[in-house]
């Protein structure tokens, strides 16, 4: 069964225009709904407190007691998952979106690209104008760019070469690890010495190292400090301090560690759509054996993850991005999401549930870009200036009520509107025409 609430028209089959209600795969929808939600989960951690408090809960003081117990099950039930599911549906809405039969390839590889440099530029306003540290739209459009090379290959190929990526990214995870664990001991040697001692060059180099290491985290207690006075200030000195965050984020740490990321996980979103594994067309045992392996798996490594890392003292080899074993946790999670959203549309059950998080997840973009909005409102000087004044469990009330608006308002939406603002905004300038926005005007 294709969890599909409508028929397509052969009419619509030949458009090049955008995909709308008759085209759409509910359990799509569906899905990247539950995946836009999530990240907030993590997401608000970064709006909320020092950018170092999303890998390090000493930063805002959430290293014991409710707060402590909120951020482990956040790390070991979300803590990437929702970004890999958000990115594998990237990868599948590639294959949707030149599913144009009868129209030239020319002509949908031109509106592809267009599509995909002007997401770059969503993600920019997003990063800058939005002042947002942890855009991922960027990083998107960067790699889509490159994506559109592998829309012919068989889904096991493109699953191939997701594993590949995987693997570099395991080893990059892995040198990170012992590369931090080697710095921190070093510096903790050095550390211990009594107070006054003098330092050699070699000892004083191994100061300088760690205080790079910080620097480069986004650690150092000189920028949690200034961060933490700076975000109670108004927009040009966030406007600031963020440029200096997305900047390194956006250039070298994409080429060496984003763009391979993204990428495995497009690769893969694309191998799973033509696997027909998206659309809830599998059998019901598939999608029941998914979810039970994903998170038997996932929930055994995430769990070993997070206890080691507090058992440790919180040591910075075991953050979440330096644990050799992240790729294997969080995809496992992703699967284990990705099966129980495809159960629930197989059974269809929870329609109500399923409605809302549907809207939502068709206007993903839309809703992206207004959790920056609503999070730097609450959070920022130039709002209410929340900013490092709640505790962990604080700030997920801040979620729940987001969320809570963003599925109301997308229902309400999108029975008078064919699209998001953001959507009808982007498929405008893709197909360079004023799409129409209301219903009655379709």
């Known amino acids: 069964m294709v969890d599909t609430t409508y028929s397509t028209t052969e009419e619509e089959a030949v458009s090049t225009g955008p995909v709308i209600g008759k085209q759409r795969i509910r359990s799509i929808d569906t899905l990247r709904g539950v995946a836009l939600l999530g ?17 390090n809960p000493t930063v805002d003081g959430a290293d ?13 039930w979300f803590e990437g998952a929702f970004r890999t599911i958000f990115s594998m549906l990237f990868g599948a809405g590639l294959l949707i979106f030149i599913s144009k039969p009868g129209v030239d390839e020319s002509v ?8 995909t440099w002007l997401l770059v530029c969503f993600g920019l306003f997003n990063a800058y104008i939005l002042v947002w540290a942890g855009d991922i739209l960027y990083a998107y459009g960067m790699t889509g760019l490159i994506l559109y090379f592998f829309r012919d290959f068989p889904a096991k190929k493109l699953a191939q070469f997701a594993a590949m990526i995987f693997l570099l990214l395991g080893i990059l995870h892995t040198g990170l690890h012992f590369s931090a664990s080697s710095l921190y001991g070093a510096y903790q040697e050095v550390a211990a010495l009594p107070e006054g001692t003098l330092l050699s060059e070699e000892q004083q180099e191994v100061l300088n190292n760690w205080d790079a ?8 207690p000189d920028q ?6 700076t975000r109670q200030g108004g927009y040009i000195s966030n406007f600031i301090l963020t440029a200096g965050i997305n900047i390194p ?16 996980m497009m690769l893969l979103g694309m191998a799973f759509m033509k696997w027909n594994i998206f659309d809830a067309s599998q059998s019901l045992r598939f999608y029941l054996k998914m979810t039970a392996l994903g998170f038997g798996i996932g929930l055994l490594v995430n769990t070993w993850e997070a206890v080691t890392y507090v058992t440790s003292g919180f040591e910075p080899q075991w953050i979440s991005t330096a644990r050799p074993s992240y790729d294997i946790g969080r995809l496992a999670m992703a699967m284990g999401y990705i099966g129980l959203v495809m159960t629930i549309c197989k059974l269809g059950v929870l329609s109500w549930l399923r409605h809302g998080l549907a809207c939502v997840g068709q206007m993903a973009l839309t809703n992206y870009l207004s959790q920056s909005l609503i999070c730097n409102v609450i959070f920022m000087g130039f709002g ?8 962990r469990l604080e700030i997920y009330y801040i979620v729940f009520g987001v969320w809570i608006f963003q599925i109301i308002f997308s229902i309400y939406w999108l029975k008078h509107y064919r699209f998001g603002p953001a959507e009808w905004l982007w498929r405008s300038l893709t197909y360079k025409k004023k799409q129409s926005l209301k219903l009655q005007d379709a």
Not at 224 to 229: C, K, R, S, T, V
Not at 249 to 264: E, K, M, P, S
Not at 384 to 391: D, S, T
Request: proline share 1%.
């Open 39 to 55: 990240i907030l989960l993590l997401n608000i951690v970064a709006f909320a407190q020092p950018f170092a408090a999303y890998f």
């Open 64 to 76: 014991s007691g409710i707060n402590l117990a909120v951020a482990l099950t956040v790390d070991i």
């Open 249 to 264: 984020l956006q250039t070298f740490l994409f080429l060496i560690n984003v763009i391979w990321d993204v990428g495995a």
């Open 384 to 391: 209410f200036g929340l900013f490092g004044q709640l505790e």
């Open 224 to 229: 949690i400090a200034a961060e933490l006075e």
């Open 108 to 115: 949908t590889k031109s509106l592809y690209y267009r599509r």
């Open 213 to 220: 290491f910080q620097q480069q985290q986004f650690m150092s």
